[in-house]
């Protein structure tokens, strides 16, 4: 029997291990595939897609789910690219768009897309932890890209590149999400009013001189994560609903300094002050707000508001401020 079984157990090991062999290279090409595929898709999305065939990011439709939006856009930076060197121009989108990135993937956030400069991320649509943690985790990533943003130009300062400043949108609620498109094409994305609002509020950063701008959906939600600030009710353009926006002072876990603390409680009776339509007294508390944050751009965009609706009284005031562009 020696003779007949050695060749055997010869035959059969070599063809468990010839197995084997395949196994480990069909994962390895799956695992080259799915590297490959998440340089140009959010990793979340392609591990959905690859991890459950059934999946409605499969096919084309969608689902409508609660979900936190954030959008970015860097300012004037078509003016920049314009006037920068082509090649050293994308070097540096390039090392701005992988800091970015990886904070909205820490933060379990998904980038649905990048739109020139910009950016479109999500929370809550592949997997969602809450509405809540949703929007944590979105108001967590957009205060760690502002300062990951900050350290960023403190090193292109040093090597004589531009500075580049960002504003972020946030808001929430619910949107479509699915894959919309042909079947020889089809993006997994978002639609709906949410996702227009947050490109919306982020175009309004400038204006108001802040960094982050919250809908109010939103900024009920992240209390809990960060220091909270009323910018406005504004009334966007072309629109007719009211939208109470919010800005983010710094993370909830840190202490307000005095100075903050108080500029904080000065601004809040600034409000009260200007929404009853007592110019004068909103101005001047307004002005007492620069005395604790000098220079701060929202007080004195409320100073010569205030300035200006004391010497032209509106007609009909009802503390909504309407804005004249998109």
């Given at each position: 029997?020696?003779?007949?079984?050695?060749?055997?157990?010869?035959?059969?090991?070599?063809?468990?291990?010839?197995?084997?062999?395949?196994?480990?290279?069909?994962?390895?090409?799956?695992?080259?595939l799915r590297h490959k595929m998440e340089r140009y898709v959010s990793k979340n999305v392609v591990k959905e897609i690859l991890d459950n065939p059934t999946s409605f990011l499969n096919e084309l439709g969608g689902v409508r789910k609660p979900v936190t939006v954030l959008m970015t856009d860097l300012r004037n930076f078509t003016t920049l690219s314009e006037r920068a060197d082509s090649t050293q121009m994308v070097l540096q989108l390039n090392e701005f768009f992988s800091a970015m990135v990886r904070i909205i993937f820490k933060h379990n956030g998904t980038v649905d897309k990048f739109i020139g400069d910009a950016i479109l991320a999500v929370w809550g649509g592949i997997h969602s932890e809450g509405p809540q943690?949703?929007?944590?985790?979105?108001?967590?990533?957009?205060?760690?890209?502002?300062d990951a943003l900050a350290k960023?130009?403190?090193?292109?300062?040093?090597?004589?590149?531009?500075?580049?400043?960002m504003g972020v949108g946030i808001n929430s609620g619910d949107v479509i999400f699915g894959n919309i498109g042909s079947e020889e094409k089809m993006e997994p994305t978002v639609i709906g009013d949410v996702v227009?609002?947050?490109?919306?509020?982020?175009?309004i950063t400038k204006e108001f001189g802040v960094k982050i701008i919250f809908g109010e959906k939103a900024a009920a939600l992240v209390g809990g994560v960060a220091h909270l600030q009323v910018v406005d009710r504004i009334q966007l353009k072309g629109a007719t609903r009211v939208i109470q926006a919010y800005t983010a002072l710094g993370y909830r876990h840190l202490p307000l300094g005095d100075g903050v603390a108080k500029y904080l409680e000065i601004f809040k009776t600034g409000l009260v002050h200007y929404q009853a339509g007592r110019f004068k007294e909103a101005k001047?508390?307004?002005?007492?707000?620069?005395?604790?944050?000098?220079?701060?751009?929202?007080?004195?965009?409320?100073?010569?508001r205030c300035v200006e609706l004391d010497r032209h009284p509106p007609e009909h005031w009802n503390g909504v401020y309407v804005m004249k562009t998109k």
């Open positions: 029997m020696f003779p007949i079984l050695s060749p055997t157990l010869a035959f059969l090991g070599s063809g468990v291990g010839v197995f084997v062999s395949q196994v480990k290279e069909e994962r390895a090409a799956r695992m080259r943690k949703d929007a944590e985790q979105a108001a967590l990533a957009a205060m760690e890209m502002q960023l130009n403190e090193g292109w300062s040093t090597r004589g590149l531009p500075q580049l400043e227009n609002i947050a490109s919306r509020l982020e175009g001047n508390a307004f002005a007492l707000c620069l005395t604790f944050r000098e220079g701060d751009a929202l007080a004195e965009l409320y100073v010569n």
